[in-house]
C-alpha cells in the first residue's frame, strides 16, 4: 500500500491541542457573531422568492442581462450564468415575497428580456419556481433538524460502536465542522440554500468516516498496549492512520477544486461548502475528537499504576 507518511513517524499532534481548541473556539465565537450581526445569505429555498430560468439562441452578455432587468418591479434581482460554458443560459433569482407580484414576476422578465434583444437573440423560458415565505421558513426548520439528527445518530452509532466518550466525542466534532462551514458562508455571503444543506449532510458523514478510522485504531492501540498512557497512544494512533487521511483528504479535495472553480457559479456554493468541510472535518477528527476522549479519561491514575 502506498504511503505518504513513513512508519514510525510520531508527530506530537496531542501536544498541539490546546492551541487547536482555542483556534477552533475563537473561529466559532467568530461565526456566532457574524450570524447575529450579519446572518447568512438565505437562497429562494429559504427565503422565498421567484426563480426563472432563460435559454438565449446566441451567447449574450450578463451585464445586458442585467441592465434589462433593472426595470422590472422585483427587489434583489440576481443573475448567475448556469455554467454550460456557452454564456446563453441564465438563472434569474427575484427575492420577492410579495404574492400578487411574484405571480407577475415571470412574465415581466419575459417582457424584459424581449425588448432589450430584440432581433439580436431569440431565448425561451425553461424554468419558473417560487416558493412562499412560510414554505421557505419550514425548509428553514426541517434542514435546521436535519443537520441536528444525523450528528446525534452519528455520535450515537460511534458511542454504541466504541465507548460513549468516543461518541461524544464524535458528536462535538461534527457540530464544529458544520459550525465552521456556516460561518465560512456567512462570511463570504455565498448562497445558503437545500444544496448546501445537501453539503452540510456530505460533510458530517465524510468527518464521521475519518473519525471512526482514528477511533478504530485508538481502541486497537488500547487493547494491545493498556499500560501506555492514552495521549501516547492517541499520538501513535493518529500517526499511523495519518497516510491514509492525507491521501483520502487529498483526492476528495482535488474533485471539489474542479467542482468549484470548473463547475460554474451556480454549484460554487455546494462546491465552497463541501471544500470547507472536509479540510475541517480531516482537521477536527484529530484535535477535535480525540482531545475530548483524553479529557475524559477518568482514570489515568489507574492506568500510571499499572504501568508501574
Not at 414576476?105 to 424554468?127: M, Y
Not at 470547507?276 to 476522549?293: H, K, N
Amino acid at each position: 500500500m502506498f504511503e505518504l507518511i513513513k512508519p514510525g513517524t510520531n508527530n506530537d499532534f496531542v501536544g498541539y491541542r490546546f492551541y487547536a481548541v482555542s483556534a477552533s473556539i475563537v473561529v466559532i465565537v467568530v461565526g456566532i457573531v457574524s450570524l447575529f450581526l450579519r446572518g447568512v445569505n438565505y437562497g429562494i429555498d429559504f427565503a422565498g422568492g421567484t426563480l426563472v430560468q432563460v435559454k438565449f439562441q446566441q451567447p449574450v452578455s450578463i451585464n445586458d442581462i442585467r441592465a434589462a432587468l433593472e426595470s422590472i418591479s422585483a427587489k434583489d434581482v440576481t443573475v448567475q450564468d448556469f455554467g454550460t460554458g456557452r454564456s446563453n443560459e441564465f438563472i434569474v433569482r427575484m427575492l420577492e415575497s410579495d404574492p400578487e407580484l411574484k405571480r407577475g414576476l415571470p412574465q415581466q422578465v419575459g417582457t424584459a428580456l424581449g425588448e432589450r434583444f430584440k432581433g439580436k437573440s431569440d431565448f425561451e423560458v425553461l424554468r419558473v419556481e417560487s416558493v412562499g415565505p412560510r414554505v421557505g421558513k419550514d425548509l428553514r426548520q426541517r434542514a435546521v433538524l436535519a443537520v441536528l439528527a444525523a450528528t446525534m445518530v452519528m455520535g450515537g452509532y460511534i458511542a454504541v460502536r466504541f465507548e460513549p466518550r468516543f461518541g461524544i466525542g464524535a458528536a462535538v466534532a461534527l457540530l464544529h465542522d458544520v459550525m465552521v462551514a456556516v460561518t465560512a458562508l456567512s462570511l463570504t455571503r455565498l448562497e445558503f440554500d437545500l444544496t448546501t444543506v445537501a453539503a452540510l449532510l456530505t460533510i458530517v458523514g465524510y468527518s464521521v468516516n475519518d473519525t471512526v478510522i482514528v477511533s478504530d485504531r485508538i481502541r486497537e492501540n488500547m487493547r494491545k498496549n493498556r499500560r501506555e498512557p492514552l495521549a501516547s497512544v492517541m499520538n501513535r494512533s493518529i500517526n499511523e492512520t495519518l497516510s491514509r487521511t492525507i491521501l483520502t483528504a487529498g483526492t476528495v479535495l482535488l474533485v471539489l477544486l474542479a467542482l468549484f472553480f470548473l463547475g460554474g457559479e451556480i454549484i460554487h456554493g455546494f462546491a465552497f461548502t463541501l471544500l470547507v468541510g472536509v479540510i475541517v472535518g480531516t482537521y477536527s477528527s484529530i484535535y477535535i475528537a480525540s482531545p475530548i476522549v483524553l479529557y475524559m479519561d477518568f482514570k489515568p491514575r489507574a492506568r500510571a499504576k499499572a504501568a508501574a
